[in-house]
């Protein structure tokens, strides 16, 4: 095997029972076996944030623009500027996004659970509840 360009994928809207507000996510790569990594560019808009949602083996997120928060359930709200990287470990329970006067753009590192394991890369929840968003 040699080194290859690997195909640009159109830019998907991020789906409603998993975002509020406008998102567009950019899938960079998905790893062929034996990787299981997963990398992605998200843009929100000013406002926009993800649902509640874990990751079978952890997220790991790295500011390219804007300003914009992350928080874990019950945890500090951060707020995230270009170039802060954070990290959410495996099963953690956690939203992200924009701040709501400010855009932001994020690249987010995943990975695949184990393919013999029957756990989803990830799990979706509610979406915030009424004064969750600082916004």
Known sequence: ????????????TGAPEMFVGHVQVDMLS????PSRARLASVRF?????????CHA????????SGVGYVQSRGGELIEL????TVRTPPGEWH???????????HLTLTEAPDPASDEPE??????L???EYPG
């Open 81 to 84: 500027r270009a170039g802060d």
């Open 122 to 127: 990830a799990t979706w929840g509610e979406h």
């Open 45 to 53: 808009a000013p406002g926009a944030h993800t649902a509640w949602h």
């Open 30 to 33: 998905s790893g062929e076996e």
């Open 129 to 131: 509840a009424h004064g």
């Open 95 to 105: 939203w992200h996004g924009a701040t709501a006067d400010h855009a932001m753009t």
């Open 57 to 64: 083996v952890g997220q790991t997120l790295h500011v390219t």
């Open 1 to 12: 095997m040699s080194t290859e360009r690997v195909p640009q994928r159109p830019t998907a």
